[in-house]
């Protein structure tokens, strides 16, 4: 693995090689790129050129005053993609939890030269923002970083899978966890991310457990036929806790595609 930074964002990658597609991959609200760590070890790292991203205010890259709202940010990234891949090569795209919004903007701003989106349990309904809505709750974004650390060590202590989580969160500023909950709420009312993502013309899918989901959205994947694949007994990061099914499944898919 190696590193790199683009336009003040921390990117782990591989060795690149130009004659390669790229394959993107975003984490959720208050994570970082190390919820991916396991893809350097899997069948994509030497199919596809690998960019990790810590996205603004989270893991390693420091916070933009440029980009602070959650969909300009996608703006940023979209920037960044057309300028490292230079228009050779067509793009996947992986984004998880309410990183799948940005995910879905970067889709929509490269309409053309997205290969396939993987989105892992990203937010389709008002449902699914039952960790990003938290800082709604308190009146500043410190007192809700002490209250939602606290929750998080709890559960770390009982689960692995928030273990990794709650690493990234201890490098998550205040400001960005806020400002990615502030900023995201117009565009989950009335589930406008699920319709946002169904309408993409790009080959999509969703992946999804039965662990976390909330009924609601399970619903909404039946209802509007989301292509979908379910891992029965997998929780919210499926990276972290099924990662060598998920990559191999990824890897299988990009090369169909």
Request: aromatic share 12%; proline share 4%; charged share 25%.
């Amino acid at each position: 693995m190696k590193i790199k930074t683009l336009q003040g964002l921390f990117i782990r990658h591989n060795e690149i090689d130009i004659s390669k597609e790229s394959i993107w991959f975003l984490h959720g609200f208050a994570d970082s790129g190390l919820a991916y760590k396991e893809v350097f070890e899997s069948p994509i790292n030497t199919y596809l050129n690998i960019y990790v991203v810590d996205l603004p205010g989270f893991g390693v890259s420091p916070l933009n005053p440029d980009y602070l709202s959650i969909k300009s940010q996608a703006d940023l990234l979209s920037k960044v993609i057309q300028e490292e891949t230079h228009n050779r090569q067509r793009v996947n795209i992986v984004a998880h939890s309410l990183g799948a919004l940005i995910g879905t903007w970067v889709c929509q701003n490269l309409t053309g030269r997205i290969n396939c989106y993987f989105n892992i349990e990203g937010n389709l309904t008002e449902a699914d923002s039952y960790f990003s809505s938290k800082p709604l709750q308190f009146t500043t974004a410190q007192e809700f970083v002490e209250s939602f650390q606290e929750e998080i060590f709890e559960l770390a202590t009982a689960e692995e899978r928030y273990k990794r989580y709650y690493s990234s969160l201890r490098l998550a500023r205040p400001e960005g966890m806020r400002n990615w909950s502030l900023s995201s709420q117009e565009h989950i009312k009335e589930d406008k991310c699920g319709f946002e993502f169904n309408n993409l013309p790009c080959k999509k899918i969703y992946l999804w457990g039965d662990q976390d989901t909330p009924l609601e959205t399970q619903a909404f994947i039946r209802r509007h036929n989301i292509p979908n694949k379910l891992y029965q007994g997998i929780g919210h990061w499926h990276m972290v806790e099924n990662s060598k099914e998920l990559y191999n499944d990824m890897y299988q898919m990009i090369k169909r595609v």
